[in-house]
């Protein structure tokens, strides 16, 4: 399993990103996918998840009406976009497929 994260950088408070991730080594198409965020002492956390065929999205609440996830089966790749972004989104963000994770992207937002 190879996850491979990208779409990080520096953005200002209310600005947009969008991250990817490109997976391989695995049936991408039969899998939840998920990204997850670890702040500067804080633990990873749920962010956001996708299933299979995208049918059913899950998000955490802080970041509900501001990040969309998204998948392209035919390029196994998952997507978050991110909008309006927030001083408190400043994190290193992972995509991850069942046990497996990525090495993540970072994602910081500051004036």
């Known amino acids: 399993v190879r996850l491979v994260e990208s779409g990080g950088g520096l953005v200002q408070p209310g600005g947009s990103l969008r991250l990817s991730c490109a997976a391989s080594?695995?049936?991408?198409?039969?899998?939840?996918m998920s990204w997850y965020r670890q702040a500067p002492g804080k633990e990873r956390e749920l962010v956001a998840g996708?299933?299979?065929?995208?049918?059913?999205?899950d998000y955490a609440d802080f970041v509900k009406g501001r990040f969309t996830i998204s998948r392209d089966n035919a390029k196994n790749t998952v997507y978050l976009q991110m909008n309006n972004l927030k001083v408190e989104d400043t994190a290193v963000y992972y995509c991850?497929?069942?046990?497996?994770w990525g090495e993540g992207t970072q994602v910081t937002v500051s004036s």
């Open positions: 080594g695995f049936s991408f198409s039969s899998r939840y």
């Open positions: 991850k497929a069942a046990n497996s």
């Open positions: 996708i299933s299979n065929l995208g049918r059913r999205t």
